[in-house]
């Protein structure tokens, strides 16, 4: 799909002075078919598209921002890797044209597809939770039964269709579901049920066909003219860069999983849209050399959230547990890591963590003839509340983290305080990278902070503080006094600027406690004044 020839001169187009645009035609996979949908706005949601237009009414809007997964849907498309990828989605917040050439499936069409064995009777996700009386007054039900049916599609080599799910695998499945009347209990014996009922199968085959046909229609398509602009997705990462510079007014997204609450919550209209999530080169996450040979891993911006954390955490396998807390599953599939570290939000959970690990991001834009680049540390990408270095004809493009020989990466530590376990916002985040050198002294270290100050910032004070200093009790004692009086935090409907403060040096202190060798055995009293000055002041005594 070519926006424009090489060397063309790119003048914006003033979306309010043009004919109005018209979108591209919508193809979904749905039911056995292709179905091709006309006229469909540029910012209309895959929820009302599938409740108003299709009148597949079992997906519902509860809070109408991906917290609560009523409007949860299984879609189906092509990996980076050309792999068939199953992923339950929040469509209350997905545009329906991000839904373009994938396969869509609510609740009410697991019984209604001939590509599912068994048509007609219940899928074993629902006929589970018939069983285990895992609803009550069914409004969430389906969006349960949608996340489940995802999970049964995803089983691996090890986790075949006859084994079932382990209660860890369970809750990880429902993390961006919640129910407010049945309790948890029952929908976690049906999740853990589901495979020993008779199978039901995907024909992956006739899907794999019914993709591909959408693909080659997606690949034929022609923008006649300027005036059809109202919605792009290019594959090709130079047709991109022309869209964006012919088009800077274009509302630029990506998983819209924070840009969709514009839509929902704000009521904006969004009428141009230019979408990254399809272009190729910004969906790998590829290991590469930079210009001094050190070994560096690049995320492309439309990378998804679960891939990029997936990436991250084969080099840091501690991280597992932070990265499972980023929200829920369908904000994890959807969302994209350029889209959380070009969204500016002071409580994105990723910043704080890539600050500590000394992440670029790479600025791209077409000059013209070429795609030039401009690389920023992520900390210094940030101007101020949700304002970025960004310029109006630059994306995000990727972010890179520098891995070294690989034999000297750092211990790293991430801490996220929420007031639910999963799917919330930070009250605040901290993110620690420690190096070492053999006499235990901090060789080096990077902090990163999230929820404490108008931008995602790194705490340099601090880490003045512990460079060079023995990685003990008393260091961080001090350095965690310097922590909380480097930021000068807010204070919200989360938590208050005494609160953020305090677990600021609560947080570094827990860092310790998890580092230190032998680690101290004793619990933090959360009713004390000053709890790491009590532990530290122990930790000194019986050592001594």
């Given at each position: ?5 090489v ?5 914006p187009m003033?979306?309010?002075d ?24 540029p ?29 949860t ?34 609740a009410?069409?697991?019984?209604r ?8 009777a ?37 986790s ?5 799910l382990?209660?860890?695998e369970?809750?990880?499945a ?11 209990r ?6 853990q049920?589901m495979t ?8 992956e085959?006739?899907l ?25 997705a ?7 860069l ?25 009521r904006?209209?969004l ?7 399809r272009c190729?080169a ?15 891993l ?23 547990g932070?990265?499972e ?6 904000i ?24 500590a ?35 109006p004809?630059?994306?995000v ?6 891995l070294g020989?690989?034999s ?15 799917d919330d916002?930070?009250?605040v ?38 460079r ?17 009086a ?18 600021l ?23 004390e ?16």
């Amino acid at each position: 799909m070519t926006l424009a020839p090489v060397g063309r001169t790119l003048t914006p187009m003033n979306v309010c002075d043009a004919t109005p645009l018209r979108p591209p035609t919508l193809t979904l996979v749905h039911r056995g078919r292709l179905r091709r949908l006309t006229d469909v706005p540029p910012d209309r949601t895959l929820l009302a598209l599938l409740r108003d237009d299709l009148g597949l009414t079992s997906v519902k809007e509860g809070c109408a921002s991906g917290d609560c997964g009523a409007c949860t849907v299984a879609v189906a498309d092509r990996a980076p890797d050309g792999t068939l990828r199953w992923r339950a989605l929040n469509s209350c917040i997905r545009l329906a044209h991000a839904a373009h050439g994938c396969a869509v499936w609510t609740a009410e069409d697991l019984t209604r597809d001939p590509l599912i064995t068994r048509h007609g009777a219940l899928h074993p996700a629902q006929q589970a939770l018939v069983d285990a009386h895992g609803t009550q007054c069914g409004f969430c039900t389906p969006g349960f039964v949608m996340s489940l049916f995802v999970r049964y599609q995803r089983r691996g080599p090890d986790s075949p269709l006859t084994h079932p799910l382990t209660r860890e695998e369970a809750l990880q499945a429902l993390s961006g579901n919640l129910c407010r009347c049945t309790g948890y209990r029952p929908i976690l014996d049906a999740a853990q049920a589901m495979t020993a009922l008779p199978p039901a199968a995907v024909d992956e085959a006739a899907l794999d066909a019914l993709l591909a046909e959408a693909a080659r229609e997606e690949a034929d398509a022609d923008p006649a003219s300027d005036a059809a602009a109202a919605y792009w997705a290019p594959r090709e990462l130079r047709d991109l860069l022309i869209a964006r510079a012919r088009w800077p007014q274009a509302r630029l997204v990506a998983g819209t999983t924070d840009a969709g609450l514009w839509i929902t919550q704000q009521r904006q209209r969004l009428p141009q849209v230019l979408d990254v999530t399809r272009c190729a080169a910004l969906q790998r996450i590829e290991s590469v050399r930079d210009t001094d040979g050190t070994q560096v891993l690049r995320i492309g911006a439309a990378a998804t959230l679960h891939d990029a954390f997936a990436a991250l955490q084969r080099h840091w396998p501690t991280l597992q547990g932070f990265f499972e807390r980023f929200a829920g599953q369908p904000i994890r599939y959807g969302g994209t890591l350029g889209g959380n570290v070009a969204n500016g939000s002071p409580i994105g959970d990723s910043m704080p963590l890539l600050i500590a690990l000394g992440a670029a991001v790479v600025l791209l834009r077409w000059d013209g003839s070429a795609i030039a680049e401009r690389r920023l540390p992520l900390e210094d990408f940030y101007r101020g509340y949700r304002q970025t270095d960004l310029a109006p004809d630059e994306i995000v493009g990727y972010v890179e983290v520098a891995l070294g020989d690989g034999s000297a990466l750092p211990d790293v530590v991430a801490h996220k305080v929420s007031k639910r376990f999963e799917d919330d916002i930070s009250a605040v985040c901290l993110a620690v990278a420690l190096w070492r050198d053999r006499e235990g002294r901090v060789a080096e270290v990077r902090i990163g902070a999230g929820g404490v100050a108008a931008v995602p910032a790194r705490a340099r004070r601090t880490e003045a503080a512990l460079r060079g200093q023995p990685w003990c009790a008393q260091t961080v004692r001090a350095a965690a006094e310097v922590l909380q009086a480097e930021f000068e935090p807010l204070s919200d409907g989360r938590a208050s600027a005494e609160y953020r403060r305090a677990l600021l040096g609560s947080l570094l202190w827990r860092t310790w406690l998890q580092s230190a060798d032998p680690a101290p055995d004793m619990p933090i009293r959360l009713d004390e004044p000053d709890p790491w000055h009590t532990l530290a002041q122990a930790v000194v005594e019986a050592r001594t």
